[in-house]
Structure formats: C-alpha cells, structure tokens
C-alpha cells in the first residue's frame, strides 16, 4: 500500500487551508464529506461498518483526504495504510465552537448527528466541546511514540509551511494558503 495522507482535524479548524496547501504541493486531495452525504443510507443497521468501508475505499482514490469524518476513521485508516502521516489541525475549543456555529445551519444533519451523536448544535455546545476534547486527546495519545507519523498543527496560532514541509520532507517557499480567514 502507498503512503498516504490523511488530515484528521474538525471542520473549522483549517482543514480547508490544509487541503489547499497540499494541492500546492501536488497531492491529489480527497473531501470526503462531499461524496458521503449524497450516497450513505443513514437508517442502516450497520451504518457504521459502512461508513468505514466507504472511507478506506475513498481513500484508495487520493493521495490525501480531509474533511469528516476522517478525524473518526484514523485507526482505520493507520491499519489499511502503514507509514502514512497524519495532521491533526486544532484550534482553540471555545473558538472552534464559536466557529461552528457561525459557519453551519443547526439543522439536523445525518453526517452531523452521527459525529456528535445529537441532532443539533443548539442547546449541545457542551456535548460538542466535550467529543472534540476527547477525539483530538485520543488521536494525540494513540500516536505518542510515533511523532513522525502525527503533526498537530494550529494554524490560528501561525503554524503553516514550516511544519508542513518538514513534516513530509518537501520543500515550498509561497505563502500558506488561508481559505476562509475572518469567515467563522
């Protein structure tokens, strides 16, 4: 299997300038959550072994996936694909809450309820904040002792080309992409 890359951060926490920055440095880069939503039978009894088959299968296509529900799929995709990396893109919990919400409609949505397990956002802030704390201190702990298959990354904080680059052992020198800036 081929060496792969897969960006496990939360929506909203640059997961978009990551794609791009990837694409400029000439991965091919899968969203994966563009291609789920319109093809999964969310009444499925076995949802969430779909769900998964439809992941490692998506990421046969790409050099690189982002977007959810990868952040839920890393030990899946760490079997299928040994010496691939992994970048876990953070930001402040209360920011990318605040982010959330201001970016995405509180309808119900499959995609979402499965993720978060709640149907909306509203009147769940403290169930959404307490499963991104989680998800990101587990992804963290499971790759402890391999730090050259995890970058965490905060690129609110100013990480960006530096950490990218000398995480895949590329070089880049043109400004790091920020699709969406000042948006939520």
């Given at each position: 299997?081929?060496?792969?890359?897969?960006?496990?951060?939360?929506?909203?926490?640059?997961?978009?300038?990551?794609?791009r920055a990837l694409s400029?440095?000439?991965?091919?880069?899968?969203?994966?959550?563009?291609?789920?939503?319109?093809?999964?039978?969310?009444?499925?009894?076995?949802?969430?072994?779909?769900?998964?088959?439809?992941?490692?299968?998506?990421?046969a296509r790409f050099e690189?996936?982002?977007?959810?529900?990868?952040?839920?799929?890393?030990?899946?995709?760490?079997?299928?694909?040994?010496?691939?990396?992994?970048?876990?893109?953070?930001?402040?919990?209360?920011?990318?809450?605040?982010?959330?919400?201001?970016?995405?409609?509180?309808?119900?949505?499959?995609?979402?309820?499965?993720?978060?397990?709640?149907?909306?956002?509203?009147?769940?802030?403290?169930?959404?904040?307490?499963?991104?704390?989680?998800?990101?201190?587990?992804i963290i702990e499971y790759?402890?002792?391999?730090?050259?298959?995890?970058?965490?990354?905060?690129?609110?904080?100013?990480?960006?080309?530096?950490?990218?680059?000398?995480?895949?052992?590329?070089?880049?020198?043109?400004?790091?992409?920020?699709?969406?800036?000042?948006?939520?």
């Amino acid at each position: 299997m081929s060496q792969k890359i897969f960006c496990i951060g939360f929506q909203k926490t640059g997961t978009s300038s990551l794609a791009r920055a990837l694409s400029m440095l000439g991965y091919q880069v899968g969203d994966a959550v563009k291609q789920l939503n319109a093809g999964m039978d969310w009444q499925d009894p076995a949802l969430d072994q779909r769900l998964r088959d439809f992941m490692l299968d998506f990421a046969a296509r790409f050099e690189a996936l982002q977007d959810s529900p990868c952040a839920f799929f890393y030990r899946a995709f760490d079997q299928a694909y040994p010496r691939s990396k992994f970048i876990l893109t953070l930001r402040a919990p209360e920011d990318w809450l605040e982010s959330y919400r201001r970016y995405f409609p509180d309808g119900n949505n499959p995609l979402r309820k499965w993720m978060y397990g709640v149907d909306r956002l509203a009147g769940n802030e403290a169930h959404y904040l307490a499963l991104y704390r989680r998800q990101n201190a587990e992804i963290i702990e499971y790759f402890k002792d391999r730090p050259q298959d995890l970058l965490v990354m905060d690129l609110s904080k100013g990480d960006g080309w530096h950490e990218l680059v000398d995480f895949l052992g590329k070089d880049f020198l043109k400004p790091f992409p920020h699709v969406n800036k000042g948006k939520p």
